[in-house]
């Protein structure tokens, strides 16, 4: 009973190891996130070259989303996820090497980039590998083990740094990725799904009508990426002109993230189950609802109790989102519409972080009034959703 309301029941084997190879990344890449401005600043960078490097990152993610998912769509996506991720825990020793710290924008564009062939194959690969009537569930999942493994890396790498210095850090982390990539080897060599009839063959999509096809998802889903961009910009500086200490900020974080680790799987299901038209309704109005409770409240518990409220409402939005994608085109396009999906995600993030950290240099409210609006922008996609279907795949496992 407990397991069917986790949503830890139907989820075929082999998407547990898609799920564990993913913890892996984001542990490591958790670990190297929390030293890398302070290892910039050691070296003799500044704030400004710090705020150039993470840019360098987002841009070199972008760059390769969509090659990335035509990659995936061509050959084994199987290889292409336990190649790019040992190849990005070995990138984690370039930042080891003796080179003058400006060469660390490049450094870090490249690193991006290799990272960023994993995700449209990996989500492509985790549809493969789930019914269609579970992959929610399966997304879920997805989310919540990227989470788990990005809320303990922090406190590791943290821990690792003060005990035995920044390289030991980046060792980990890559240790992190190779481990990673290993679990990854476990994956069925071959991944049988349903044979497009002839029909659907001859209606695959080429690239406009791919886009087409995931404008609904795009709407319904920029208000959340539009948040998570605006959020990691400005949530400390809001913290802080709460009066609250980083410690305190950063619990907040910790107490938003709990439940996302610990129900998604579940609030996948909820999507699995009474369809993603009414959950994702339900999960925009209370994204804007809670973003101006955080503009009028300026009480740091509450603030803290709202976060672990959000997270609890909204959970089962962006899984809900990804099984829509993974359900509007065949089999042979997972790749590229995770690709296509992805470049989408992170221009919305960064126009977020922009968007976020300006409009709150004005007034510390309007960068929650503007998500606020995305989200009523987004439920105007909700209609459009569900409406390009195709057969349900065989389960593979």
């Known amino acids: 009973m407990i397991q069917a309301r986790l949503g830890l029941t139907g989820v075929p084997r082999a998407a547990w190891v898609l799920l564990g190879g993913n913890v892996f990344d984001n542990f490591g890449y958790g670990m190297f996130f929390a030293i890398l401005p302070l290892f910039i600043e050691g070296r003799g960078g500044n704030p400004g070259l710090v705020g150039i490097i993470g840019a360098a990152a987002m841009a070199g993610n972008l760059a390769v989303q969509a090659p990335a998912g035509w990659l995936a769509d061509r050959f084994s996506r199987r290889a292409i996820v336990v190649a790019s991720l ?6 984690f020793f370039l930042y080891l090497l003796p080179l003058p710290v400006w060469t660390l924008i490049g450094v870090r564009f490249a690193h991006a980039a290799v990272g960023g062939f994993y995700l449209p194959a990996a989500r492509a690969l985790l549809a493969d590998l789930t019914p269609r009537h579970l992959r ?12 788990g493994g990005f809320l303990v890396g922090p406190t590791v790498g943290g821990g690792l740094a003060v005990l035995f210095g920044f390289p030991i850090v980046f060792v980990a982390a890559a240790l992190a990725g190779l481990v990673g990539a290993a679990f990854l080897t476990r994956l069925p060599s071959r991944v049988e799904v349903e044979a497009e009839t002839g029909e659907e063959a001859a209606g695959t999509p080429v690239l406009g009508r791919l886009v087409l096809l ?13 948040a998570s961009g605006a959020y990691n910009a ?32 579940a609030g996948g299901r909820l999507a699995d189950r009474y369809g993603i038209r009414v959950l994702t309704l339900g999960t925009l109005l209370g994204t804007g609802v809670f973003a101006l409770f955080y503009a009028l409240t300026r009480s740091i518990p509450v603030v803290m109790g709202l976060g672990f409220a959000e997270a609890l409402f909204t959970v089962g939005g962006m899984p809900a989102i990804y099984a829509e994608i993974s ?5 042979s396009q997972q790749g590229r519409a995770q690709g296509i999906f992805g470049s989408f995600t992170i221009g919305v993030q960064a126009l977020g972080s922009l968007a976020g950290g300006f409009l709150f240099s004005y007034w510390i409210v309007l960068p929650f009034m503007s998500i606020a609006a995305a989200c009523l922008a987004g439920i105007f996609g909700i209609p459009f959703l569900g409406r390009r279907r195709v057969p349900d795949p065989v389960a593979a496992c």
Do not use: E, N
Request: with cysteine.
């Open 234 to 265: 400005m949530w400390v500086l809001y913290m802080t002109a709460l009066g609250a200490s980083p410690l305190v900020a950063g619990l907040s974080l910790t107490f938003y993230s709990l439940p996302i680790v610990l129900l998604s799987g």
């Open 214 to 226: 995931l404008l609904p998802a795009m709407l319904v889903s920029l208000a959340w990426f539009y």
């Open 136 to 147: 929610a569930t399966a997304f879920g999942h997805w989310q919540g083990s990227g989470m």
């Open 327 to 331: 359900r509007a085109v065949p089999s």
């Open 86 to 91: 040992g190849a990005y825990g070995l990138c």
